[in-house]
């Protein structure tokens, strides 16, 4: 079966059938202990079929891994365009965009862990950045939703001018993006208590909210 020749509607079909089975995969089981030939076997192909159409199993994981990411993001930018959101003030719309975080670590929990594995895995691997424009293209970018929210804030007086606002977003967003990994990853020294893993994140917002916040104006 792996050697005829099959349209190509038919081709593209099996490749997103098979990013998609390889996506849930991973979310369950983890990119490590899933072979190829498990996503093979679940997709009904032959495993040459699956390396015929990707090449290796790094392949199809970011081709996966993109196909989750533009999933979630079709889940969000909605809200942070619609009427209601942006009627607000500039600092609450800010506050909104911080809290974000907190929605990704309660409800995508399984995908929060798996891109901190997807990272160490790319750089194991050392893949090029060449093979991840794609990838890249499809990740939440909330800076512009930000960018918005700081230049209504300060047109409203809710929020402070003088402010690297870039730098404040990129601190914010790795602070918040590498405490959820450590969070998710489980608890490895003796010290380690993440009972209230959670409170910490919603605690990182609040005070990057305060930052931000004029003086004597609410949220």
């Known amino acids: 079966m792996d050697n005829y020749i099959v349209p190509e ?10 990013v998609e089975i390889s996506a849930e995969m991973f979310l369950k089981n983890g990119i490590e202990t899933v072979k190829m030939t498990d996503i093979a076997d679940a997709c009904g192909v032959g495993v040459a079929t699956l ?7 790094t392949a199809i994981t970011i081709s996966a891994m993109t196909h989750l990411w533009t999933r979630l993001r079709g889940m969000y930018e909605n809200v942070f365009e619609s009427e209601n959101f942006l009627k607000q003030t500039g600092i609450k719309r800010l506050s909104d965009l911080m809290h974000i975080y907190l929605a990704l ?3 995508h929990r399984d995908f929060m862990k798996l891109v901190g ?4 895995m790319l750089q194991r691997e050392n893949v090029p950045k060449a093979a991840l424009f794609e990838y890249e293209r ?9 960018e918005a929210a700081y230049l209504a804030g300060t047109a409203d007086g809710t929020v402070r001018k003088d402010v690297n606002f870039k730098l404040f977003y990129l601190t914010f967003g790795h602070s918040m993006l590498q405490l959820c990994a450590k969070m998710l990853g489980g608890e490895l020294l003796p010290s380690d208590d993440f009972s209230d893993g959670r409170a910490e994140l919603e605690m ?6 305060n930052y931000l916040r004029v003086e004597n104006t609410g949220a």
């Open 204 to 209: 990182l917002a609040n005070i990057g909210v």
């Open 9 to 18: 509607s038919l081709r593209a079909k099996r490749i997103e059938r098979a």
């Open 138 to 146: 499809s990740i939440v970018n909330f800076y512009p939703y930000f």
């Open 117 to 120: 594995e997807f990272d160490l």
């Open 51 to 57: 390396y015929r159409y990707f090449g290796t199993k």
């Open 105 to 107: 670590y309660d409800k």
